[in-house]
């Protein structure tokens, strides 16, 4: 064989090589993602699968909502987070569920036009869900374990710093923007 064939080989074989240690390593994303973010709901105006470790490295809070509830007027606050601080990393995720005096919409259309009509809702929601009990979406049950805390109603708030770890949980009656939620977002936010 020709010396000057030998170059080309060898660039040939580390293609390959690179090549094949892509293809078939490990998936980076997913090691990379917190457990307690590695899981996927759908979207809830069309349904399509959204995995929550896309969050990863943001401060995360997520809320239990209803349509019927007198905790609903809180989507107003929720929204106004969502646009004091998205650019600074916080990402406000709704899960509208009917567990509490069944006081969700039926389905998901009617869910997200009064979420987008009456509030002009732009964070993130989910298709409609349960969060307590034995039929806790595995999300929830993971909030729930790791705050000690399950939802006791609807806009029950859980507080995930930038590690993918819940920090707290705020129960119904704490209003988005009561100093003591927004002290807690603030100092997580600030925690790179």
């Not at 060898?10 to 980076?28: D, K």
């Not at 909030?143 to 590690?163: C, E, M, S, V």
């Not at 704490?174 to 925690?191: H, K, M, N, Q, Y």
């Amino acid at each position: 064989m020709s010396s000057s064939f030998m170059p080309v080989i060898g660039r040939a074989f580390a293609t390959v090589a690179m090549v094949l240690a892509v293809s078939f390593g490990p998936p980076v994303a997913a090691q990379e993602c917190p457990a307690l973010l590695a899981h996927t709901f759908p979207k809830l105006q069309d349904e399509s699968p959204q995995n929550l470790c896309q969050y990863k490295g943001k401060v995360v809070l997520a809320v239990n909502t209803a349509s019927y509830c007198g905790f609903t007027p809180q989507y107003e606050g929720l929204e106004k987070l969502h646009e004091r601080y998205a650019a600074k990393g916080l990402v406000i995720l709704g899960f509208p569920s009917g567990d509490f005096g069944n006081q969700e919409k039926a389905n998901n259309k009617e869910i997200a036009e009064f979420c987008f009509n009456t509030y002009g809702v732009k964070f993130p929601m989910f298709a409609k869900t349960s969060v307590r009990g034995d039929k806790a979406n595995p999300f929830f049950a993971a909030l729930a374990g790791a705050t000690g805390q399950p939802p006791k109603w609807n806009f029950h708030k859980y507080l995930i710093d930038r590690q993918g770890r819940a920090v707290k949980a705020f129960p119904s009656q704490v209003e988005p923007l009561d100093s003591r939620l927004t002290r807690e977002i603030e100092a997580a936010l600030g925690a790179n």
